[in-house]
């Protein structure tokens, strides 16, 4: 995502290069070209001019210019107006109540269903808390079986009713079954809806009325651009929603929408999803989406990817075997499991600054990342995962044969292994630092 916008705003620094100071007229030059990349990021004119206006004044109000470069004061001064256009600080989800009642609205085919489905997970899994979906949209006819699908798959049960046709009296039946049942939140999946179809737009106000959500959540594809802001605003009109979700943003390169939604609606961005696995939710970070698009990456939500995956105790054990040079084929693929439920292999080797713009026109998948590593690995027997120094040639003919692969690509593995094992062995006790150390002497 907003990789035009990055490539555009990277050349607008560089007409700054060489200069020693910032003045109105080189700084007119940049501004202007940052202007027209916020547009073709697909960021309304009013919402770009407003932003440039910003920078100029903050830039050409500075005092101090002698302790950095102009070009690098511009980069963290667009960066810092990034962030504050977006919102500055990530706004979490109301769940207080009892239970708490978080209402979905949005367009057709905006990503209500699925959105609702990640929600429920993310809610279950991170906060711990015991959710129900409520079935709400009774105009699409596959609505439902999506929801229960979707429930079934994260182990979230949903709340429906044959026959009825009223969304509102669903959902205050579902909200009344929660509290008797003991679910701690109630997320609502209604019916998508034009801003300009007054019928339904006096429905989901209705609907809203009586449910009294503790959060009311709109969702907008942000492939739509500008239009996505234009439809935020008539649904806000009607609804007062506390926060926007922007789904499909894995398939915007722009990124119009996340830049200028804030500015327009005035209410917060608080998830983004990025991609089709329910597990592609991610809270909206301002701060450091304005990192990822001037190029800086995003180590603090790869850490924090990495710690949903990981536990102490896991890590711990880890540790210990890695000492005692006890890492086999088993934990190496184990691991391998963890770190593709971490995500998009290319979203999180995005994430460390200066490799983004590297592997930009890398296609990584991640099953054909991992594919033949872990055919090779699965082709071996217990005892050789266990003890892989015990396989001799003729075991390693029989592991390719039954891997679909090659003998070359078996030694290869094998070959890597070991250096991983060796390279991790020193890293768990030490070794590698004092060889670092004895390096640089």
Do not use: W
Not at 65 to 78: D, G, H, N
Not at 147 to 154: M, P, S
Not at 260 to 289: C, N, Q, W
């Amino acid at each position: 995502m907003f990789d035009n916008l990055s490539e555009r705003l990277e050349r607008s620094f560089k007409i700054l290069k060489g200069e020693g100071k910032i003045s109105d007229i080189n700084i007119a030059e940049t501004l202007k070209d940052i202007r027209r990349a916020l547009l073709d990021a697909d960021v309304s004119y009013k919402v770009a001019k407003d932003f440039c206006d910003r920078v100029k004044e903050k830039a050409i109000g500075q005092n101090v210019l002698t302790a950095v470069k102009p070009q690098q004061m511009m980069v963290k001064i667009v960066h810092d107006e990034l962030a504050e256009f977006m919102g500055s600080n990530a706004s979490d989800v109301n769940l207080k109540g009892s239970p708490a009642v978080v209402l979905v609205a949005g367009l057709n085919g905006s990503g209500k269903t699925t959105f609702c489905g990640k929600l429920a997970l993310n809610v279950k899994s991170k906060k711990g808390m015991k959710v129900l979906l409520a079935a709400c949209d009774t105009f699409r006819p596959a609505a439902i079986e999506q929801l229960k699908t979707l429930g079934a798959q994260i182990d979230v049960p949903v709340y429906t009713e044959e026959g009825v046709k009223d969304p509102a009296r669903i959902a205050l039946s579902a909200v009344s079954n929660a509290k008797s049942e003991g679910y701690s939140v109630v997320i609502i999946d209604t019916a998508g809806r034009l801003a300009v179809d007054e019928e339904l737009m006096n429905e989901i106000s209705d609907l809203h009325k009586s449910v009294k959500p503790t959060e009311t959540l709109f969702v907008v594809d942000a492939m739509t651009g500008q239009d996505a802001v234009s439809t935020a605003k008539a649904f806000n009109d009607r609804l007062d929603f506390d926060g926007v979700v922007l789904t499909k943003l894995d398939g915007d390169t722009r990124g119009g929408a996340a830049l200028s939604i804030k500015a327009v609606v005035g209410k917060p961005i608080k998830y983004v999803s990025t991609g089709e696995k329910m597990e592609a939710l991610d809270v909206f970070h301002p701060a450091r989406i304005a990192d990822r698009i001037l190029g800086m990456g995003d180590v603090v939500s790869l850490v924090e990817k990495a710690q949903e995956q990981f536990d102490e105790q896991q890590a711990r054990e880890l540790k210990k075997k890695l000492a005692k040079d006890q890492f086999t084929l088993e934990d190496f693929y184990n691991q391998i499991q963890q770190v593709k439920k971490m995500g998009n292999i290319k979203d999180l080797a995005s994430m460390i600054p200066g490799v983004e713009k590297a592997i930009k026109d890398v296609d990584i998948d991640n099953e054909s990342a991992f594919k033949t590593t872990e055919a090779i690995i699965l082709s071996m027997t217990p005892y050789e995962k266990q003890h892989p120094e015990a396989i001799t040639g003729s075991r390693r003919k029989r592991i390719a044969d039954g891997s679909g692969t090659s003998l070359p690509e078996v030694n290869k593995l094998l070959k890597q292994f070991e250096g991983t094992r060796k390279m991790m062995k020193m890293a768990a006790t030490g070794g590698l630092a004092q060889k670092l150390r004895a390096f640089k002497r």
